[in-house]
């Protein structure tokens, strides 16, 4: 994937999707230096200005996936920060955010330099990486949280992992305050959670072992009333079930300073996806019933759910080629999330597109503190050309992760996104 | 008549008329056991392997004879002296096996859906003898067939099934076996042993066993797995019995056409008292019996065999 390096370049002919406005409206953008110039309904391309032909398509700040693993440092085998980075690119992410459950999980300030350094090397999405809470995510220490916001850390999580113990949840809770940046539960009391598939009539039918979702709730009602006691600032993640959502909304009706995000899967999937015991259908927290998916709809819809993130988790087609129980949780998402939204909460009408953008680019910059998702002049171009009436099949052999773990190989998608530019680099998809 | 799939995966795959296929070609070979030189050339010059990944002396065994019977070869594979102990995959370990040549590979594994798995990835007809708590189709044809051998037919007979419903194979292969033969089936256990939605059997749930015991046909008694209880599901084996056991008590008090059933091992004195191995209607030697004319059925359907059932 190569980038074109664009002096003076004008997106011509699209529609500017304008999240903070809740807006999308007719414009050109002109982009000199890697700088917005001008957003107005029609510019003249001049001397020495490229046109990129948006006609027919929109203009979008770029996205944000404040969740993922990109497996680097550890297994490279299944992905690299700079393959990450590449299919994070092409699926209309700018910025993403890795989990620290490497092999060394991300504890130090050392370890956290390592990543941003690799991902500008790459020179695809740019890292903003997560740190651990813990040290070694064992739930017990508190890592060097300022030393790593220090090297770029943007929150801690011990994800893959949840805090176990309350005393130690509130230390990192009241500790993070100090640096204002927010602690990603992973929420999950393990000793509800007996397998990963989710309890329920699909379980039963398979004999699957399986854990409820009130194994995730429990937990995110404890985590948001320490975060009400602490005053801190706490983020809820992969939200995947209907009784999360209700404690979410209602820590939000009390002020507690929570966020929420969930992931495609959790949207457009439920857990009949795993009759025929495929393994691409096994994550974590699990796929769940009907109705879990349309609360998580319409906490989407009522802004209950903050954030997209798509999870995006690597592992190699011989990881995966196994028993159900033997099998690794987790599926890849760079490339299909921006897709698989567009035709489930745009096109099936729970979110209009400005909104649903908003989810993915204002969101997460908001709660990781990074700068705001503008289409305007003066800003750094940070863009994303969207061909929404574009229909495409994801096929195995165009997936540009590593890794090939999807439910959705195969699958006709509907909505693109068609190119991407950053700065002064321009990458057509 | 075959059958649709050249797996036997599940009762779940079968409908009706392919479950009384398979019960009717067990009546062919359970009259061949009686016979003083019980084996036939069925399957001459065919082999399987018995993939067991865990501990079994009635399928592992009645799976096997079955095949000596029909003269078809059958390999043991056990798990603790096989590469397996090495960390080799499933996949990698079947195979190996099929690259030597078996056409057939009959298997147990713990994970739900191994079988499944398997079938889409060999070439070799695949049987499931028990995958986890999914399901364990011959155990159900046997214990079908068997009732069949007293009752008649089950269409209309009142089943109950007793005890951990949640983790058995057994359990969840006989629901949809006896619900598709036209039976009434109830469940019964602790609260803590019945799985979410498993009225979508087409079942009734009872939490108390005196309360339903005496309206039933047919008593199928399950074993307390206690190797597949992962956390505390009832106070002390006393209690369970208690509540939940086949006593010598509740023995007495059964209507005298009542049949038990028990898929084996019993775990003796826990879900059934010693008395019931006495009881002349109690059907657990039986099923030992029919299993091995059920599962000749079954490998011979799967291998294709026919007309060649003769002394």
């Known amino acids: ?429 | 008549m075959k059958l649709r799939s050249r797996h036997l995966l599940g009762i779940e795959g079968l409908d009706r008329s392919e479950i009384l296929t398979i019960l009717d070609q067990a009546r062919t070979f359970r009259e061949v056991l009686d016979r003083p030189i019980p084996i036939v050339p069925a399957l001459r010059g065919r082999t399987v392997v018995n993939l067991f990944f865990e501990a079994s002396t009635r399928t592992s065994t009645s799976f096997g004879l079955a095949a000596s019977r029909l003269s078809c070869g059958c390999v043991n594979f056990s798990k603790a002296t096989s590469a397996v102990s090495k960390g080799e995959t499933l996949l990698d370990t079947a195979r190996n096996i099929e690259a030597m040549g078996v056409d057939g590979i009959i298997i147990r594994h713990q994970s739900p859906g191994a079988p499944h798995f398997l079938s889409r990835h060999v070439k070799a007809f695949v049987v499931n003898a028990g995958d986890g708590a999914h399901e364990h189709p011959t155990q159900a044809l046997l214990d079908a067939f068997t009732l069949r051998e007293k009752l008649g037919s089950l269409d209309g007979k009142r089943i109950l099934i007793v005890g951990d419903i949640a983790h058995s194979r057994v359990a969840r292969s006989n629901l949809l076996c006896f619900t598709k033969l036209g039976a009434e089936v109830a469940v019964c256990g602790p609260p803590t042993m019945i799985p979410p939605d498993v009225e979508e059997y087409g079942c009734e749930v009872f939490y108390r066993l005196d309360r339903i015991l005496n309206e039933v046909d047919v008593v199928n008694m399950l074993r307390v797995q206690q190797e597949r209880i992962t956390s505390s599901s009832f106070p002390t084996v006393r209690e369970y019995r208690a509540f939940y056991g086949l006593t010598a008590e509740r023995l007495r008090k059964l209507a005298p056409e009542v049949v038990v059933t028990h898929p084996g091992p019993v775990n003796w004195g826990v879900e059934m008292d010693f008395d019931v191995a006495d009881f002349s209607r109690a059907l657990v030697l039986p099923q030992v019996t029919n299993g091995v004319a059920v599962r000749m059925a079954v490998l011979f359907l799967l291998a294709g065999g026919e007309g060649e059932v003769r002394s």
């Open chain 1, 1 to 429: 994937m190569k980038a074109e390096t664009k002096d003076r370049l004008l997106l011509q002919g699209g529609s500017v999707v304008d999240p903070l406005k809740g807006s999308v409206r007719r414009a050109d953008v002109l982009v000199v230096g890697g700088r917005i110039e001008k957003v107005e309904a029609s510019i003249a391309a001049g001397a020495g200005t490229e046109v990129l032909d948006c006609r027919g398509k929109h203009i979008a700040p770029g996205l944000v996936d404040m969740h993922c693993h990109l497996r680097e440092p550890g297994r490279e085998d299944e992905e690299t920060i700079a393959s990450g980075t590449a299919a994070a690119l092409a699926g209309g992410f700018t910025r993403v955010c890795p989990m620290p459950n490497t092999e060394p999980a991300i504890d130090t300030e050392a370890q956290v330099r390592f990543e941003v350094r690799r991902a500008a090397e790459a020179g695809f999405a740019r890292l903003h990486p997560i740190g651990c809470c813990t040290k070694g995510r064992q739930g017990k220490e508190l890592a060097e949280i300022g030393s790593m916001v220090d090297a770029g850390a943007v929150a801690f999580s011990d994800d893959g992992s949840p805090i176990d113990d309350a005393q130690v949840m509130r230390r990192v809770l009241e500790y993070c305050k100090a640096f204002d940046v927010p602690v990603i539960s992973h929420c999950e009391v393990k000793e509800l959670v007996e397998g990963v598939a989710n309890e329920g009539r699909v379980s039963t039918k398979l004999g699957l072992k399986s854990g409820p979702d009130v194994a995730e709730s429990a937990q995110a009602a404890r985590d948001v009333l320490l975060a009400e006691f602490t005053r801190a600032r706490l983020h809820i993640a992969h939200v995947s079930a209907k009784s999360t959502v209700d404690v979410i909304r209602w820590a939000k009706a009390r002020s507690v300073q929570v966020t929420a995000e969930t992931c495609p899967h959790y949207f457009v999937l439920t857990e009949d996806a795993l009759t025929d015991f495929d393994t691409n259908c096994k994550v974590n927290p699990p796929l769940r019933a009907e109705a879990d998916r349309r609360a998580v709809i319409a906490g989407l819809a009522d802004g209950t759910i903050d954030a997209i993130a798509t999870d995006h988790a690597p592992h190699l087609k011989g990881e995966k080629e196994a028993e159900f129980d033997a099998a690794p949780p987790g599926i890849i998402g760079f490339e299909t999330a921006f897709s698989l939204g567009y035709e489930q909460l745009v096109l099936g009408r729970a979110l209009p597109l400005a909104d649903y953008i908003a989810r993915l680019a204002v969101a997460p910059r908001r709660i990781l503190n990074l700068p705001p998702a503008a289409v305007a002049p003066a800003s750094e171009a940070e863009l994303v050309v969207l061909d929404l009436k574009a229909e495409w099949k994801y096929a195995a052999d165009n997936v540009r992760s590593l890794s090939r773990n999807s439910p959705f190989l195969g699958r006709v998608m509907h909505g693109r996104v068609s190119a991407a530019l950053l700065g002064e680099k321009l990458f057509r998809f």
